[in-house]
Structure formats: C-alpha cells, structure tokens
DNA sequence: TTATCATATAAGTATATAATTATGTGAGAT
DNA sequence: ATCTCACATAATTATATACTTATATGATAA
C-alpha cells in the first residue's frame, strides 16, 4: 500500500477521541448523539471527527428518522482492523470513559 | 492495550518520514547519516524523529565507531508489526525516495 | 406554518508538531 | 592537544490540528 496513505489513515487513528470511536464502532454503529454522550465533548467537535473518519474512508454514515448512524466501512483483513481488534472491547471504553453507560433515546 | 498508549503510537506512525523511516528498518538497521541521505531531510530534523519513535520503543539504537545504528524495536505478534507488513519493502521505498540508492561509508 | 431537535459547517483561537538554524558532545584521526 | 565527523539537543518559527462558539440545514413535531 501507498506510504503517504496509510500516514494519512494512521494519523487519524492517533488521536485518542478518534481511535476510540473506531474502538466503539467495532461492536455496533452508533448515532451522533449517543457519542458526544459517551466521549463527553461538544457536538462540532465529535461531528469534525468523524467527517475526517468518513473523508478518509474509514466510516460510514447512514441517516435514519432524524438520527444520523455511523459505522465501520473497513476491509476485515486489513491492518487497520488488526489496530481495532487490539483496542479495548466498547463496555472497557465505556467504563473507562462513563463508569456505566446508558444509551439516548436514538433507539 | 490501553487506549491512550495505542493512539501515541499510532500519531507516531501518521507521520510520512516516520513510517518510512519504520519501513526502511523492517529491512535492516540503518545509520542516522544513510536515513539522512535517503529522505533528503536535514540530519536534526532526522534525529528528532527517531528520538521520538525511540522514546515510544520502537526502535532502539547501537553505537558503533562513530556511527549510531538504529533498529526496529517491535514484537512480532505485534499490530505495529501488521502495519510495517502492510507497508511498501524496502527497494520501493528508496526507488520512490531516491531513485536509486548508493549507501554512504558507515561500512 | 413555526418550533424544535439532531447534525453539519464555518470562523476563530489555542495548542501541538515539524522543520530550520545554531550549538553542544563525544569519538576518532592527526 | 586540536580538528573533524556523526549525531544530539535547544531555540525559534511556521504550519497543522483540535476545540469552542456561532450559525446553517434538514427533518420532525406541534
């Protein structure tokens, strides 16, 4: 694969809000909602985050009702998927970032 | 692994000349002078570099003569490894930096 | 329609990072 | 001892990045 590329997608995977998103993703996909909940930050902020995920093709996104849903667009073999399934399992992250998590009312 | 620890690495890794770098000594340790030359970089510039991938351990040094060799300091079974596979191999890379490559005189 | 909710985008600011320039260090050669 | 050579470190500057605040959009609800 390209140098530049993979820099690219990497750099992304090395911010820490960014990489555990892709973390939660890897069990289910989640709305916009739920993740600015879960991350605890602004909404612009989480929303910029995953326009740079979704710019370089590492998630999807999928509008429903008024919910915006994203997930993970990754190849299962790829060595992107071998970062994500070093990564914490989502109830580790979600302890680790809420204690306990209870999902909005994105259902 | 932990979050935080993985997302340092990887922003170490979404960095064009540090992930040639890392690709370069998949390979073979190189001297600071050789990745001086090959990425036609400034020799601080290099240094710096290398400083910070070895302070994240993942590369190590060894001094010998005057020359300080650097290698790569990375289990296995490791994603990091998953990653450096994903990468192009050494000729590549230095076709695509330099050309063609003549070695300095760090024998 | 208007109001509200979920999300996106834009603009501004503050911080982080990479590169340059200058200088320090330590080993070998003379 | 002095002079280079290979490399490291420090200080500065320029650029990139993340976050905030403010605003826009588009869908639903009233």
């Known amino acids: 694969m390209l140098n530049t590329e ?4 990497l750099k992304l995977l090395g911010d820490k809000t960014r990489l555990t998103i892709m973390g939660l993703l890897k069990d289910k996909e989640w709305c ?4 600015v909940d879960i991350l605890n930050m602004s909404q612009p902020s989480v929303s910029q985050h995953l326009r740079k995920l979704k710019a370089q093709g590492l998630v999807k996104e999928t509008k429903r009702a008024q919910w915006v849903y994203y997930a993970l667009d990754i190849e299962k073999d790829s060595y992107i ?3 994500l399934d070093a990564l914490p ?3 580790s992250l979600l ?3 809420k204690g306990e998590y209870t999902p909005c009312d994105c259902k």
Chains 1, 2 share one sequence.
């Open 6 to 9: 993979m820099a690219e997608k």
């Open 32 to 35: 916009v909602c739920d993740l």
């Open 81 to 83: 998927q071998t970062i």
């Open 89 to 91: 399992d989502t109830e």
């Open 95 to 97: 302890f680790l970032l």
